[in-house]
C-alpha cells in the first residue's frame, strides 16, 4: 500500500528556515512523479516543488525559488524541502504527493497520492 507522511511543519518567525520530511512506502520513488504542495485558506493549490521521473528534472514555483530546495534520499524512502527565509505568505499547510505518470511536467499533473499534511506557520 501507497503511503506518505510529512512532518516537521511548525510555527517560525520571518526570515526563519524550517526543513519538511515525507516518509514514503509500497513504491520506488525514482519511479513516481513526487512533488510537495500548498494550499492556504481561500487560495488555490500551488506546486510548490516536484521532482519528475523523466530525466530527474526539479521544478519550483517562482514564488518559493532560490528561498527552497526539494530533495530526496532513495536509500531511506524520504522526500525533503527545505525552506529558508521564510515569508508570512509561506503559511499554509504542506502536503507531499506522488503519482505514477512518466513525464517532464510534473507540476501538470493530478497526483494520486497524498499525504495528511504538515501545518507551516510564519509569524512575529
Known amino acids: 500500500q501507497l503511503q506518505l507522511a510529512e512532518s516537521g511543519g511548525s510555527l517560525v518567525h520571518p526570515g526563519g528556515s524550517l526543513r519538511l520530511s515525507c516518509a514514503t512506502s509500497g513504491f520506488n520513488m525514482d519511479y513516481y512523479a513526487i512533488g510537495w504542495f500548498r494550499q492556504a485558506p481561500g487560495k488555490e493549490r500551488e506546486t510548490i516543488a516536484c521532482?519528475?521521473?523523466?530525466?530527474?528534472?526539479?521544478y519550483y514555483a517562482d514564488s518559493v525559488k532560490g528561498r527552497f530546495t526539494i530533495s530526496k534520499d532513495t536509500a531511506t524512502k524520504t522526500l525533503y524541502l527545505q525552506m529558508n527565509n521564510l515569508k508570512p505568505d509561506d503559511t499554509a499547510p504542506y502536503y507531499c504527493?506522488?503519482?505514477?505518470?512518466?513525464?517532464?511536467?510534473?507540476?501538470?499533473?493530478?497526483?494520486?497520492?497524498w499525504g495528511q499534511g504538515t501545518q507551516v506557520t510564519v509569524s512575529s
Open positions: 521532482i519528475n521521473n523523466r530525466g530527474g528534472d526539479i
Open positions: 504527493a506522488a503519482d505514477p505518470t512518466y513525464g517532464s511536467e510534473c507540476w501538470r499533473y493530478e497526483y494520486e497520492y
